[in-house]
């Protein structure tokens, strides 16, 4: 599948999008699918339901879109899903974002996955400009990954990874810290990571969408408690390092290697938040724990031109909220909200 970026009126301008609480909007995340191959047991439901494909943004669309962000500013994109590499001919949106990257008004241009797809692809992402990605790895045993994926291949995941470093990408590890599933592993996945030239991100189970598995409490795992663990092995230093995204890093003085800390819960890090979310729809969130979105499909299917989709986006991060009202607890059983993860991309 190929197509022409229609996008020769976007040029990088001083002009960046900035919300209310004077906060430059910097960092889009865009799903390009709500599929994935995986069912991991805080993420989905093992018999999800998936968008029919006339739903979906087209590459054409999805390009024009993320086009539309760089040029009021956007220096990061990053490409989720679902599994983003699921979706079909999206190495020829790759392939036409790097225009954004030779031009130099796109810093950097990545990737979330859960690494079944690597293999596949690896060589030619690192070819399109990709130079790190995101793997999402909650465990290294084998029977474990399976029941925590429902179906995963962790030998697949783990020749992905190879593939991915032997093209010369750099790879960060994401962990989801689960109560009772994981929570002994966390040494040892780091040291995994660290001894692969890695970094490694704990992240605690956000309350998206409804489960049809163990209740979100009983899967929460407080990230002070998995640092506690950690300083039990290793000498955790305070370190001046961020790598765009809201993780708080730490180094490990025996190894050397960065640990980083997600805690939308324990210590929401919305204060300094600099990113914005599109659905595979086309829907715009400016906020991962707020509802409120925009619709940006419509304008793209009408025909806006450059300057109406501009404005359609520049209404909407004026409405960015201060931050999200994530919680988890016994009384509260239902989520915080009601969308997939992998609806709104990871």
């Known amino acids: ?65 993320c086009s539309a962000f760089v040029a009021r500013g956007t220096k990061k994109l990053r490409i989720t899903g679902g599994e983003p590499l699921l979706r079909h001919g999206v190495m020829t949106l790759f392939r036409s974002l790097a225009r954004h990257l030779d031009s130099g008004a796109l810093d950097e241009l990545t990737l979330t996955t859960n690494g079944s797809q690597l293999v596949r692809f690896a060589a030619e992402l690192a070819l399109c400009g990709v130079k790190r990605l995101n793997l999402s790895l909650d465990t290294l045993d084998a029977t474990k990954f399976r029941t925590i994926t429902r179906n995963g291949d962790l030998a697949r995941v ?18 989801v810290a689960l109560k009772d599933a994981n929570e002994e592993e966390l040494v040892s996945l780091t040291r995994f990571a660290h001894d692969r030239g890695m970094d490694i991100s704990f992240i605690e189970v956000m309350p998206l969408g409804e489960l049809d598995g163990p209740a979100r409490i009983d899967q929460y795992l407080p990230l002070t408690q998995v640092r506690d663990r950690l300083s039990q092995v290793f000498s955790l230093e305070e370190i001046d390092y961020r790598s765009g995204g809201p993780a708080r890093y730490l ?74 009202d994530f919680v988890i607890d016994r009384e509260t059983q239902t989520p915080a909200i009601g969308r997939h993860m992998s609806t709104t991309g990871g």
């Open 1 to 65: 599948m190929n197509f022409r970026p229609q996008d020769s009126s976007f040029v990088a301008t001083p002009r960046a999008l900035v919300d209310r609480f004077a906060r430059p909007i910097t960092y889009l995340r865009v799903s390009v699918t709500d599929r994935c191959d995986f069912r991991c047991v805080y993420c989905m439901s093992e018999r999800m339901r998936f968008l029919p494909r006339d739903e979906l943004l087209t590459l054409e669309e999805l390009d024009r879109l």
């Open 158 to 175: 783990l020749e992905g990874l190879d593939a991915a470093q032997r093209a010369g990408i750099a790879v960060k590890l994401n962990t």
């Open 251 to 324: 180094r490990a003085r025996e190894t050397g290697g960065r640990i980083g800390f997600i805690t939308p819960l324990t210590h929401n890090f919305c204060e300094s938040c600099n990113r914005v979310r599109v659905t595979c729809t086309g829907r715009l969130f400016m906020c991962l724990g707020q509802e409120d979105s925009a619709d940006l499909r419509q304008p793209l299917r009408e025909g806006a031109d450059e300057v109406a989709l501009d404005r359609a986006i520049e209404e909407a991060i004026s409405r960015k909220p201060k931050g999200h």
